[in-house]
């Protein structure tokens, strides 16, 4: 007896603890924003405008199939990259030269698959699931050759989400073919919404002509200013940036099954899906389990993110062969944005 009246206080206190602990969690992911990434419309409303962009895209989307299916052993990648900050208050959070490369190491880690998670796959999913051998390095040459630390930091502005600011987008840019271009700001769309989360642009060689390519990010959602799993939203970009549709492009149709690498995120083993619906196991209109934790879900926002497809990779790479990307890992480009394994 004496046993047990010593024993049920600390019993009380532990589960008072845990309790807290689980609620702390729960009320965390209840605060994050739904995702709003954007990324088909604003590239609809580009082709809209631009009837060449759009014919490339069509051939480059033919191009893509016929390096997928010649495609022979994977290379590895290193992209240098540049991040340009925009003032200093992101809803209380900073972003600072550590935060940043916080931030890079994890999209990294997200690509390679040493997220902690990776492992966790729903187990229909697992054989799916694949990496992507790319690096994204933060320049250590800016585009004089003088040294720098990747990271830019400017005035506030916002809106660099949108079509609205690209003359300011041009000025700011470094050159497209040399650098990945990351702009980070608080209000993205320049809407008074300060809870998007990012948005990115697809190859295009009409944008990286103009130095308009670009991935724009809310700071508020950097590795070290949110938590892990909701960071990893910037690997959604990264993905569109490397030519990756949203697995629930176009919702769940019954008729597109049959040309899958044509239709919806033309990827074959990313189920077909109306996204945003958590990470709980679904089935969608065809009775086909959901990939609710693949990075091009809005699974994010719930705390499921894990995963690449093994045909989500294999579109990747095709997108490095993209005359808007290709230039950038190139060796000579390697070396001159000091990135290259020797410098």
Request: hydrophobic share 35%.
């Amino acid at each position: 007896m004496v046993m047990l009246q010593v024993l049920i206080p600390s019993i009380l206190f532990l589960l008072t603890i845990f309790t807290e602990v689980i609620s702390e969690r729960k009320d965390n992911w209840e605060h994050l924003p739904p995702l709003s990434c954007h990324a088909d419309q604003i590239m609809q409303e580009y082709y809209d405008q631009n009837e060449n962009a759009l014919k490339e895209n069509q051939q480059f989307e033919i191009n893509t199939r016929k390096f997928i299916s010649t495609r022979q052993t994977p290379k590895s990648y290193v992209i240098p990259v540049v991040f340009h900050v925009y003032g200093t208050d992101f809803s209380g959070s900073r972003v600072t030269d550590t935060i940043i490369k916080k931030a890079i190491e994890k999209v990294n880690e997200d690509f390679h698959g040493l997220n902690n998670d990776f492992h966790t796959v729903h187990t229909a999913f697992q054989g799916r699931r694949s990496t992507f051998d790319v690096t994204f390095k933060l320049a250590q040459k800016d585009p004089s050759g003088r040294p720098t630390t990747g990271i830019v930091y400017h005035p506030a502005k916002n809106g660099y989400a949108t079509n609205n600011f690209n003359s300011d987008v041009q000025k700011e840019a470094w050159d497209n073919y040399k650098y990945c271009n990351v702009y980070i700001q608080l209000d993205i769309y320049g809407n008074g919404v300060l809870t998007s989360s990012g948005v990115a642009w697809y190859p295009d060689s009409g944008m990286s002509n103009a130095n308009l390519a670009r991935i724009v990010y809310n700071g508020l959602y950097l590795y070290g200013n949110t938590n892990d799993e909701f960071s990893s939203v910037l690997t959604h970009e990264f993905g569109h940036w490397l030519n990756l549709f949203h697995t629930f492009e176009h919702g769940c149709v019954n008729s597109s099954e049959g040309q899958c690498d044509r239709t919806g995120d033309r990827v074959c083993d990313t189920p077909q899906t109306v996204g945003n619906q958590g990470c709980k196991p679904v089935h969608n209109c065809l009775g086909q389990l959901v990939n609710s934790e693949n990075y091009m879900d809005y699974s994010g926002a719930y705390g499921c993110y894990r995963m690449f497809s093994v045909g989500q990779v294999a579109r990747m790479e095709a997108a490095m062969q993209h005359p808007a990307r290709k230039p950038l890992w190139q060796p000579q480009n390697l070396i001159a944005t000091g990135v290259a394994e020797n410098n």
